[in-house]
């Protein structure tokens, strides 16, 4: 299921148009480094209405084999992050870290549920 060399892609969204248009999307691609290692970068864009956040960064992925389909995980990021409200922009630095579990339908295919902070 993991080992040097396998790509994941990540893609993970939310809308909601109750009072106002909220969105969030990200696209994330990375690599195995080795069986446990995964590097890779992803972009996203969030906001309400016109206003909006882009970010672009770089994450790492520590994966803890279980001998099952279930592979919990620890990983952490650096994002660049732009915020355009109109007529203000702001430029920054985040960090941030994660934890999580991936199911695997099938070897080569999973899902997984995660918790971040930045």
Not at 1 to 24: H, K, P, R
Not at 29 to 34: A, H, I, Q
Request: hydrophobic share 40%.
């Amino acid at each position: 299921m993991i080992a040097a060399g396998v790509q994941e892609i990540g893609l993970s969204g939310s809308f909601d148009w109750t009072d106002d248009t909220v969105y969030n999307t990200n696209l994330s691609y990375g690599w195995f480094l080795n069986d446990c290692w995964l590097f890779g970068f992803k972009v996203g864009v969030s906001g309400v209405n016109s206003d909006a956040n882009v970010t672009a960064g770089l994450f790492t992925e520590y994966n803890i084999h279980t001998g099952t389909k279930w592979v919990p995980f620890v990983g952490g990021g650096v994002n660049y992050k732009r915020l355009d409200t109109g007529d203000d922009s702001a430029d920054g630095i985040e960090t941030g870290l994660e934890f999580g579990v991936k199911y695997f339908l099938r070897a080569n295919m999973a899902i997984s549920a995660s918790m971040t902070g930045a």
